[in-house]
């Protein structure tokens, strides 16, 4: 077998082996927490509401501001 027809063969496999990973769901973009959310409906439907009901709160107290927690980041303005 020639060295071209091993190189081949070689990124055959690995392309398929990526792919089987993907099939799974264990390809390493997914290992990520961002990677997960994007790939959990549930997740993304709640935090659409919660972004909602901050909005309609926002709207019904006059655009009043909600406190951050303590010990996370200053709102960005």
């Known amino acids: 077998m020639s060295r071209n027809?091993?190189?081949k063969r070689a990124t055959?496999?690995?392309v398929?082996?990526?792919l089987e990973n993907l099939r799974q769901g264990r390809h390493a973009r997914y290992q990520?927490?961002?990677?997960?959310?994007?790939r959990c409906p549930e997740?993304?439907?709640?935090s659409v509401l919660i972004a909602a009901a901050v909005d309609a709160?926002?709207?019904a107290y006059?655009?009043?501001p909600l406190d951050a927690p303590p010990g996370s980041l200053p709102p960005v303005s």
């Open 43 to 46: 997740l993304i439907r709640a």
């Open 5 to 7: 027809a091993r190189r």
């Open 12 to 14: 055959k496999q690995a």
């Open 32 to 38: 990520t927490l961002v990677g997960r959310f994007a």
């Open 16 to 18: 398929l082996a990526e």
């Open 57 to 59: 709160s926002a709207r």
């Open 62 to 64: 006059n655009r009043t």
